[in-house]
């Protein structure tokens, strides 16, 4: 198919990735059982999963969405952070759920997760559908990881290069000339 030419090789199967997500969201329930956990999504990337993850969670649950920025474009993170968009429901006293597709430097989850205790947040844990801790700078505790992945750069799964390839329903490593 011509818009998926840039694409190297299927890295993680949506059946791999459905089987794995549940899972998740069965440990979830029963770590935050007799609570209501506010999930808050990292837009844009974590749309997908958030959706799958929340469908598996079995309690009483409300979401909200984050956006900031730390890649402008390319393939490699800048170390810092900006934000877009904020939550519109108030965290104060909240156990919150960070929801990200994936953890690269932690840069991202690191200062995300610094910000909302500083504002009252009772608990912040983190789920991540993908992670690369070789790439790890910040020394950020991840609490649900879906899969470790090598440090290759990958698409799908709400997971961009440039806006592109999100929509794919596998995890894929790009072709390294897409990423020039
Ligand atoms: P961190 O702050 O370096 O951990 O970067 C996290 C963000 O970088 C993620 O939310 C993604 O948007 C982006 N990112 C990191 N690695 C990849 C990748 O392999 N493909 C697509 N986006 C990535
Ligand atoms: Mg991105």
Same mark, same amino acid.
């Given at each position: 198919?011509?818009?998926?030419?840039?694409?190297? #090789?299927?890295?993680?199967?949506?059946?791999?990735? $459905?089987?794995?997500?549940?899972? !998740?969201?069965?440990?979830?329930?029963? +770590?935050?059982?007799?609570?209501?956990?506010?999930? &808050?999504?990292?837009?844009?990337?974590?749309?997908?999963?958030?959706?799958?993850?929340?469908? @598996?969670?079995?309690?009483?649950?409300?979401?909200?969405? !984050?956006?900031? $920025? $730390?890649?402008?474009?390319?393939?490699?993170? &800048?170390?810092?952070?900006?934000?877009?968009?904020?939550?519109?429901?108030?965290?104060?006293?909240? *156990?919150? /759920?960070?929801?990200?597709?994936?953890? *690269?430097?932690?840069?991202?989850? +690191?200062?995300?997760?610094?910000?909302?205790?500083?504002?009252?947040?009772? $608990? /912040?844990?983190?789920?991540?559908?993908?992670?690369?801790?070789? #790439?790890?700078?910040?020394? &950020?505790?991840?609490? @649900?990881?879906?899969?470790?992945?090598?440090?290759?750069?990958?698409?799908?799964?709400?997971?961009?290069? +440039?806006?592109? @390839?999100? @929509?794919? #329903?596998? /995890?894929? /490593?790009?072709?390294?000339?897409?990423?020039?």
């Amino acid at each position: 198919m011509e818009h998926t030419r840039l694409i190297e #090789r299927v890295l993680i199967t949506e059946e791999q990735l $459905s089987t794995r997500v549940k899972q !998740m969201g069965e440990q979830i329930t029963k +770590d935050y059982l007799g609570k209501q956990p506010l999930f &808050v999504g990292i837009l844009k990337g974590a749309w997908m999963f958030l959706a799958d993850l929340t469908r @598996y969670v079995d309690l009483n649950t409300e979401v909200d969405f !984050m956006q900031v $920025s $730390s890649y402008f474009g390319g393939t490699e993170s &800048v170390g810092t952070i900006t934000m877009i968009k904020d939550l519109t429901t108030s965290c104060k006293g909240k *156990d919150i /759920v960070l929801v990200e597709d994936i953890v *690269d430097t932690g840069v991202t989850l +690191d200062s995300l997760k610094t910000l909302l205790l500083e504002r009252g947040a009772h $608990s /912040v844990k983190i789920a991540t559908a993908l992670s690369k801790s070789s #790439r790890r700078q910040k020394n &950020v505790v991840i609490d @649900y990881i879906g899969f470790e992945i090598p440090d290759e750069f990958v698409v799908g799964y709400g997971l961009d290069f +440039d806006e592109k @390839y999100r @929509y794919l #329903r596998d /995890v894929c /490593v790009l072709k390294e000339e897409a990423c020039k």
